[in-house]
């Protein structure tokens, strides 16, 4: 009996130190603490995205349920869901989005709205840019470009075709 309880003492011994990483929580993320230029980085991208989602969806309000609108709006929400991902992943709380429906811009006409998606686009994609230009965790460079690809390949095409 003794033998027993001495191997189940040492197996809760050797389980406890395994499960003790020096610096991590075994219960969750730690967080990390990220260069200034990063945060800034991941916190003006996933605003910049969150704005967009808003102005798409004041259009489809609007106007109702109006291509390009109902693509590039479910496209803008993973756009913002890998940003949040990232957050997420350090241990940070994923920023609320500033924008609303009454602080973006609402538009005359469909194509009104076309033509300042072209905008819209070009802007997300020179932000992109100016970001990727940086030194980046290979995940956060990874869904910068990604999003900018997104832009480029899909979102802009489709404003400047309904523009």
């Given at each position: ?104 811009p609402h538009f005359a006409t469909v194509r ?14 020179a932000l992109y840019d100016r970001f990727l ?31």
């Amino acid at each position: 009996m003794t033998r027993v309880w001495w191997a189940a003492g040492i197996f809760a011994a050797v389980l406890g130190v395994a499960g003790c990483d020096e610096g991590r929580s075994p219960v969750g993320p730690s967080v990390v603490v990220l260069a200034a230029d990063v945060q800034v980085a991941l916190d003006t991208t996933i605003q910049d995205e969150y704005r967009a989602e808003t102005i798409y969806q004041g259009v489809i309000n609007d106007f109702g349920p109006v291509l390009p609108f109902t693509a590039i709006l479910t496209a803008e929400q993973r756009h913002s869901t890998s940003l949040g991902l990232l957050f997420t992943k350090r241990g940070l709380p994923v920023p609320a989005s500033l924008a609303t429906l009454a602080t973006v811009p609402h538009f005359a006409t469909v194509r009104e709205a076309c033509a300042a998606g072209v905008v819209a686009e070009r802007e997300n994609i020179a932000l992109y840019d100016r970001f990727l230009a940086q030194d980046l965790p290979d995940d956060v460079r990874q869904v910068f470009s990604n999003n900018r690809r997104a832009s480029i390949e899909n979102h802009l095409p489709a404003f400047v075709t309904c523009a």
